[in-house]
């Protein structure tokens, strides 16, 4: 395994995951969360810092279980691989719809994001997991004048090089 390839998915992964949900959550869900303004900690700012671990581990796993168990590395892997990968979160949601107080709205907006979110995971996983092109090189002048494989002897060569400058 590449590690910084691994290191330079992880932490993609991790920043566009924070960046939609920071969004998302700020200002698209901010009309949502004041309705149930009593059903939130009210030290919650002061917990944040536990979000952002768990959601780098999350995404970690993300990553992790992509390189190791993915066979096939392409972007459209990526893209299915999020999709499904969101399952997880959308299992998640529908718990806690069950468990607190939610609305249908909030709880729809929250499965939307959590696959928007992953949607964007998997396809930054598998833009930088996708295969590699192999490199050409190109040719210079001598690289040229090794192409003849042989076939001709070093006297042809020798007139074609006399040929050919003149």
Known sequence: MNFL???????TVYILYEI????????????C????????????????????IADFVFTTL????????VKKHT??????FGLTYSLISIVNIINQYVMYPLTKH????????AVFQLFICGLSVGMIYR??????KHMDEND???IDSGINSEEDQTENKENFTN
């Open 106 to 113: 909030l709880v729809v907006l929250w499965i939307l994001t």
């Open 131 to 136: 295969p590699l092109k192999p490199r050409v």
């Open 5 to 11: 390839r691994f290191l330079r998915a992880v932490v």
């Open 75 to 80: 972007v459209l892997t990526g893209i299915v």
């Open 62 to 69: 993300f990553v992790v279980i992509y390189t190791r168990w």
């Open 144 to 146: 040229a004048s090794n």
């Open 33 to 52: 969360y004041t309705e149930l303004e009593g059903l939130w900690r009210v030290n919650m700012k002061e917990k944040m810092n536990y979000t952002f």
């Open 20 to 31: 939609i949900g920071y969004y998302v959550h700020t200002s698209l869900l901010c009309d």
